[in-house]
């Protein structure tokens, strides 16, 4: 398919592949590749580097691509591959310059995506309107569901019916109430025709594809699919979380890298607080249920204060037994007061497993208070460990891809300097963020890092001449052309001892930034701590001056 709008890449590319080939010098995991690259000036590129592939075998269970950038200058699409970590923050996987905006070009960019991230398909996408994506996404992700932002099609309708959005101020509300407050498919069955005819839209072209399409966008169609949101009200209608307030329509390509560069640390060391927050403080109990301390000892602390509100809830949504079957039981869960607005939950006593039709568990991969209701009737007093996702723990980055949907995630890809590098690399962050933890452990862990390296060294040099180099190679030449194509081989001993020395230095460097983070954040906490030792004398002196 010819390109519907094609863009010169300009002197601004230039600098960018420059950017990205010193990048894959410097890290061999660092992976790009260039679409019809002829002349330098025509293709479409595709960038991850080391830390967004292994954030994907962590957290790709859901995506999202956003494509809602475009340069004033060269008016072409920057767009990211994000999703949520286990702390519920955006994170980031890939990104892409887009200069032919065809089908053809969609269809490149997953499948360097895919093969970037070894293989893996996601459980779920979510995208912006586009039907060019749409047909990109069916052919190349087959296995994965599809969701369309509802603020791309609230956008999208605004324009096309911008005459009704005049004539009629309240038509805007009673479509997002249509979309957004119907709990059951039923419901937005039932409200969807009573909308149209209301401002007589019945024969509206527009607002037809949309139903005939609501199983891609209406959120009551999508709730059996996880999309890694914490909340199944949350609706996705904006995606561009993670480079919000760092790119926007007049970020030039030559600034484009240095807004990468300063998104990608701010939440990187978002994220470092949110881990030390969860392994170095205890959150409030709120009652002395064993399941609530075994959830905070599991759960990161954002998805742990999730479900303590879920817990506490259930004290104000009993479970009401309907139907006993023996080993199933169903029962119907309504807030006091609102006996129309229940769910349906189903008990299996022997598996110990329990579905409610809110679907929450499904969605978002966090356990509701209807089920939870369920739990507290069975006297079942902890959580049973299916309803414990690993990507919402602590230790969520312990070990490879997604455990809960790994059986969902086609993989073409075998053994590979990849999979090794990411293996080492997980383990040596592991390492890092222990070694930081004290002075005493840095010293311990320094000394271990030294020996280790020596034995590596040895190792490698009784190797030279009878394994020979290794290749990296993460893609394949066909359409593409990718930096991970290069060979890299080191023939000499010195060379290889050079390179060791090199990531040593490296990973120097990076404890002392460990410990920087580790002081600061110390130092924030004891400011905390201060104020409200403050605020407490204040309010005792306070209680005193009303006693005299």
Known sequence: MSSLRQHPLGGGGHQLLDYLKRMQAENPAFFYAVQNDNDHSAGNIFWADATSRV?????????????????????MPFASFTGFNHHGLPVLFGCALILNEAESSYI?????????????????ITTDFDPLIQVAVAQVLPPTRHRVSTGSIFRETRERLAHLWLSNPDFETDFRKCVNESETIDEFESYWPSLLEKYCVMDNEWLQSMYNARHHWVPVYLQDTFFG??????????????????????????LLVRQYE??????????????????????????????????????????????????????????????????????????????TKSQIVTFNSFEMKASCSCLMFEYSGTICRHILSVFRAKNVLRLPSQYVLKRW??????????????SEFPSSSGDSVTVRYNNLRQEAIRYVEEGAKSIQIYHVAMKALNEAVKKVAAVKSQSIGTAGGDTVSNGERDELIAADEDVHSYQSAEEKQKKIRELTAELETTNQRCEVYRANLLAVLRDMEEQKMNLSVKVQNARLSLKE
């Open 108 to 124: 490149w960019l997953f499948r360097t995506f895919l093969q970037a991230m070894s293989g893996h398909y996601p459980v779920s």
């Open 393 to 406: 723990t602590r230790n969520a980055k312990a070990g490879g891809f997604s455990d809960e949907h790994a």
């Open 55 to 75: 954030n994907y075998s962590n957290f790709g269970d859901a995506i999202i691509l956003d494509t809602t950038y475009k340069t004033n200058r060269y008016r």
């Open 229 to 254: 949101e914490i909340s199944i009200m949350d609706k996705n209608e904006c995606l561009n979380a993670f480079f919000d307030g760092y790119v926007n329509a007049s970020t030039t390509i030559q």
């Open 262 to 339: 300063k998104a990608v640390l701010t939440w990187h060391e978002r994220e470092l607080k949110a881990d030390y927050d969860t392994i170095n403080t205890n959150p409030l109990l709120k009652t002395p249920s064993p399941m609530e301390k075994q959830a905070a000892s599991l759960y990161t602390r954002k998805i742990f204060l999730k479900f303590q509100d879920e817990f506490i809830e259930t004290m104000a949504n009993p479970a009401t037994k309907i139907e006993d079957s023996g080993t199933i039981t169903t029962y119907r869960v309504a807030k006091f007061g609102e006996k």
